[in-house]
């Protein structure tokens, strides 16, 4: 009997790994296709659970060759064919035959794959404790990894698809998430609405502008202080390098209003200079935190070498120091930036000149029943698409920034 419990694990796995398969392709036929596909879990669970099968008995002590998958994968994709009555996903032959058979025919490679991956180098006959956890984990990971991106990726592609509609196409099919390539340049025509007649184009260089001079002013204000708590020796040192974060403790939305009040008086309300005291306000104590961290971790004979040989400490710092930090001062920069280019809060309270409108701004004045869905989508694109794009380029900055000062030199 123990001989079998590696077949079960197959199958098992197999199983799972076939209903997961049929679920996310159901639902990209769906939104992709624009075909009226169905979720067929039962079917995926049995025809897994044929492939695990096969797997289990006839691929578990030989050396792993292309026939480990394609063998498992075939079977499970005849069990599909035939429990759904050649109608995998409720499409027919004729109907859709990519999304339909082409669909169930992906779905069992992959499942297959998934499955040869989950058990590889293991003797399913002579499986121990330490195997059964090693292929648990592979599975999880392999499942949290579909799980997560496919619900990250959903809503953006709804956004995406969205935005290339025409409002006559919204009206008539709402749930059609395809795309029409016959149209062309045509399908960026709500870009080039929001841009120009939205303004949206203007709201763009406000942003940049707002979100460089808060990173200018953060950094100025953040790396004398980050490097005073971490080098200089003064009183009140520990108290301030432990509350640097009291600020956090405070929602905005409870700052927002007495902060209104006072800005209303000074004159700094509906204006770009009172989202640059308030974005550096909020974004001034982290910095110093992540920076004193780092600071930290660079080797203080370092310094001490440059002081010896006649360099003032303001000279220590731009000449040896700074360079040293980069990787810090990168994912800094990077973190100020996202946080002024996405708040919301603030410039919606303080902001009523549209033309000094920042991109979160603008895009609510997209959120009306007299703006069409498309435009609003459009708009999102573009308030998303440039910091994913920096986040992407500029990631390695960040996560050496993060983990650099973690562990002291």
């Not at 579909?146 to 809503?155: E, I």
């Not at 005073?228 to 700052?255: E, H, K, N, T």
């Not at 007299?370 to 390695?396: K, N």
Request: glycine share 8%; net charge neutral.
């Amino acid at each position: 009997m123990k001989d079998h419990y590696g077949t079960l694990v197959a199958v098992l796995l197999g199983a799972v790994w076939q209903t997961l398969g049929v679920a996310v392709w159901g639902v990209s036929a769906s939104l992709l296709g624009g075909v009226s596909a169905s979720l067929p879990l039962g079917t995926g669970l049995l025809s897994g659970a044929a492939l695990g099968l096969v797997y289990g008995l006839w691929a578990h002590d030989r050396e792993a060759r292309w026939e480990h998958t394609a063998v498992p994968a075939a079977v499970g994709f005849v069990v599909l064919m035939a429990v759904s009555g050649l109608a995998p996903f409720s499409l027919g032959m004729g109907e859709a035959l990519f999304w339909g058979t082409g669909g169930a025919l992906l779905v069992s490679l992959v499942s297959a794959q998934a499955t040869r991956a989950s058990l590889d180098d293991m003797n399913l006959k002579a499986l121990t404790r330490h195997h059964y956890e090693i292929a648990f984990i592979r599975a999880m990971r392999g499942i949290g990894f579909t799980f997560f991106v496919s619900l990250v990726a959903l809503p953006f592609y709804v956004m995406l698809m969205t935005s290339f509609k025409s409002q006559q196409s919204l009206l008539a099919n709402p749930l059609d998430f395809s795309i029409d390539l016959s149209k062309g340049w045509g399908l960026f025509l709500s870009y080039w609405e929001v841009l120009t007649t939205f303004n949206f184009a203007n709201y763009i260089l406000v942003s940049t502008l707002v979100s460089v001079c808060t990173v200018i002013v953060t950094l100025a204000f953040a790396v004398p202080g980050a490097y005073a708590v971490s080098r200089l020796r003064f009183p009140g040192r520990a108290v301030l390098s432990r509350s640097i974060l009291l600020i956090y403790m405070f929602p905005a939305i409870v700052l927002v209003i007495p902060l209104y009040s006072v800005f209303s008086q000074v004159g700094l309300r509906d204006s770009l200079v009172g989202l640059l005291v308030v974005y550096p306000a909020t974004t001034i104590p982290v910095s110093l935190y992540m920076l004193q961290g780092y600071f930290r971790g660079i080797p203080a004979e370092l310094e001490e070498a440059g002081l010896i040989d006649g360099a003032s400490r303001l000279g220590v710092i731009m000449r040896i120091t700074l360079p040293l930090s980069m990787p810090a001062l990168a994912s800094v920069a990077l973190y100020v930036f996202m946080i002024a280019w996405n708040e919301f809060l603030f410039a919606f309270m303080f902001l009523d000149d549209p033309q000094i409108f920042t991109l979160s701004r603008g895009l609510v004045s997209l959120n009306s029943s007299e703006v069409p869905r498309q435009f609003l989508m459009a708009g999102s694109v573009i308030v998303t698409v440039p910091i994913l794009i920096i986040f992407l380029w500029a990631e390695r900055f960040m996560v050496a920034g993060l983990t650099a000062g973690s562990v002291k030199g």
